[in-house]
């Protein structure tokens, strides 16, 4: 049995500019796959690494020919959704010229709606419906020994000219019993992150998040079946955390880490414990590390921040979406503004940059509500600002209502990657919402003394500074996509 990873030709987030790391679910699906069945032949397609267009995707997967090729992400920020376009139309093509493999899809959209995607897909065999890692090494399993496919949990299939979803599977709740990801079977010298960070990977070492805002596009990668899913948080220990790190590092030369987990710092004892092998092994100094977190977790570790800076933490990113705390509240947030503003001013007195997310394209959303969004954020003033628009996707609380309201089209996806905006609000067209967009990072990359502040900075990592230069010189990028439809997925 052969089984092929495939990611097709992408680009990137405008602003990232060329920005190329290691698909992180499909690495831990071929960990997986390859520690049940070492006899299989597991091998990787990363396109967009090679930099391969669609004929020389098709040259190489009719060389390898597998029998089953793989398809779909679990991080929305190689490109939210638009991916998922980029998947269908690649497994289109090897439909036309390869039509014997068997076509697998599992992560983000495909794990929530996969009626709606088999339905519009002919191309697509199968889809992984929730949680992928034991329903897809299952799957494969069946279709190498001709067993049943309704008795694989979490799947979805055609039969007799309908769609069948089989039953639920729970969730794996000791990510320490997964095996590390197969980055042996990556590119891993062809990586890199924001046009200047080489040798560069995404990590995902945990899942679920307790706050489970109503437009996180974390619901995407649920089963809709059981919608308390996204809440039930679950990491691999802190010590496994690092010890990839050091296996990244001495094996495979990895010189920048950003920690993809919704929230890294949901768990204190989990944070100290990294720190600390981190620092026992050495690693603070050889493989710097960046991570997304919330706001009352980072203000209740202040007294970390010297440790995690000391183990290699030059960046940290913090969400605040909107500018009030009564709309924080109906987002289900679960923070407020305040304990953002201290959170991005702590980590910036301890000389860790900050990265800051906001949103733009909320149902009530005028004018004049996002220009006073902007206010705050500019008085907060973290070092870089990474708006994205409103982009509501199948599984998350917002959903239904939107479709109800028939402001989303699911037919099209190619713009879905939350640098374009995709709906409009009560008061404002698509267009004045990315024109509104495309203003915004404009007025915060132009502020007199930002720039300075941080390119001359004596106390940030070099990597901040190459961060805020690639944000900087790829911001018409944004305006392109956000004011006149340019794709750059």
């Not at 649920?222 to 679950?234: I, M, Q, V």
Request: aromatic share 12%; with cysteine.
């Amino acid at each position: 049995m052969k089984v092929l990873f495939l990611q097709p030709p992408l680009g990137a987030w405008s602003t990232w500019g060329k920005h190329r790391a290691p698909n992180i679910g499909q690495a831990q699906l071929a960990g997986l796959l390859r520690e049940k069945h070492p006899d299989y032949k597991l091998e990787v397609l990363d396109c967009r690494a090679l930099e391969l267009d669609q004929t020389g995707m098709m040259r190489e997967i009719l060389k390898s020919k597998p029998d089953i090729i793989h398809i779909g992400d679990i991080l929305h920020t190689t490109g939210g959704a638009a991916v998922v376009y980029r998947y269908n139309q690649a497994a289109k093509l090897i439909k036309e010229k390869y039509p014997q493999a068997k076509i697998i899809a599992s992560g983000l959209v495909y794990a929530s709606a996969p009626q709606e995607i088999l339905e519009k897909n002919p191309q697509i065999d199968y889809c992984i419906v929730g949680e992928h890692d034991y329903s897809f090494v299952e799957l494969v399993e069946a279709l190498a020994e001709g067993k049943d496919m309704e008795k694989v949990k979490g799947v979805a299939f055609r039969k007799d000219g309908q769609i069948t979803l089989t039953e639920y599977r729970g969730l794996i709740t000791d990510l320490d019993e997964l095996p590390f990801p197969a980055y042996d079977l990556f590119p891993m010298d062809k990586y890199v992150g924001h046009d200047y960070w080489r040798n560069y990977v995404e990590t995902w070492n945990s899942r679920g998040c307790p706050a489970g805002c109503k437009f996180c596009y974390e619901w995407s990668q649920f089963d809709p079946r059981s919608n308390g899913d996204l809440k039930f948080f679950r990491a691999r220990s802190g010590k496994l955390v690092a010890e990839e790190l050091e296996l990244l590092h001495h094996r495979f030369g990895v010189r920048a880490v950003t920690m993809m987990d919704d929230c890294f710092n949901t768990s204190r004892k989990r944070m100290e414990e990294f720190l600390e092998e981190m620092l026992k092994r050495e690693l603070n100094k050889k493989i710097p590390w960046c991570f997304l977190g919330r706001a009352p977790y980072y203000l209740r570790d202040i007294d970390l921040f010297p440790k995690m800076k000391e183990a290699g933490c030059f960046l940290a990113l913090a969400g605040i979406e909107v500018a009030t705390d009564e709309e924080l509240e109906e987002l289900g947030k679960g923070i407020t503004v305040e304990q953002v503003e201290e959170t991005i001013a702590k980590l910036k007195e301890a000389g860790i940059a900050t990265v800051l997310t906001w949103m733009m394209g909320f149902e009530n959303d005028d004018e004049y509500r996002i220009k006073k969004r902007f206010e705050a954020v500019d008085r907060i003033d973290p070092d870089i600002c990474a708006l994205q628009y409103l982009t509501p996707m199948p599984g998350a609380p917002i959903w239904p209502e939107y479709v109800k309201r028939d402001w989303v089209k699911f037919d099209d996806l190619k713009t879905w990657d939350f640098h374009h905006p995709v709906v409009p609000t009560k008061h404002l067209s698509i267009e004045e919402v990315g024109r509104l967009g495309a203003w915004a990072l404009r007025e915060f990359y132009s502020k007199p003394g930002r720039v300075e502040r941080i390119m001359y900075s004596k106390v940030y990592h070099p990597y901040v500074k190459l961060c805020f230069r690639s944000y900087m010189e790829n911001m018409s990028r944004f305006e392109k996509a956000s004011s006149h439809k340019e794709l750059y997925v």
